[in-house]
């Protein structure tokens, strides 16, 4: 039902900063988790970072920690991920992904995710 929607990728130098932005093309409840991940070639989907879109803190993976935000419009139905002090091993495919589930220490498993979409590809260069 839910249709996720990435955008902002591109090619970026070490160091410099990159927004990401992922729409909802339909309605979610307040109380769902949204988050994003990441997959480089030959490794598994990882998470990001996750917000609870009924409140509450965000959360990070650590090595994110302290360089990338995530923020929600809900005017927009809109989760952003604000990505500075960019390393070569940030590069990857993202993806937006939206549960039904609240957001909780647990966030970054990917069974708690129901809808996902497509992938905004992440380049960094050293």
């Known amino acids: 039902q839910v249709q996720l929607v990435e955008s902002g990728g591109g090619s970026v130098q070490a160091g410099g900063s990159l927004k990401l932005s992922c729409t909802a093309s339909?309605?979610?409840?307040?109380?769902?988790?949204m988050g994003w991940f990441r997959q480089a070639p030959g490794k598994e989907r990882e998470g990001v970072a996750a917000?609870?879109?009924?409140?509450?803190?965000?959360y990070y993976a650590d090595s994110v920690k302290g360089r990338f935000t995530i923020s929600q419009d809900t005017a927009t139905n809109t989760v952003s991920l604000q990505m500075n002090s960019l390393k070569p091993e940030d590069a990857a495919m993202y993806y937006c992904?939206?549960?039904?589930?609240?957001?909780?220490?647990?966030?970054?498993?990917?069974?708690?995710?129901?809808?996902w979409g497509q992938g905004t590809q992440v380049t960094v260069s050293s």
């Open positions: 917000i609870y879109t009924g409140g509450g803190r965000p």
């Open positions: 992904a939206a549960s039904l589930f609240p957001c909780d220490g647990n966030w970054s498993r990917l069974w708690r995710y129901q809808y």
């Open positions: 339909a309605y979610t409840y307040s109380s769902d988790c």
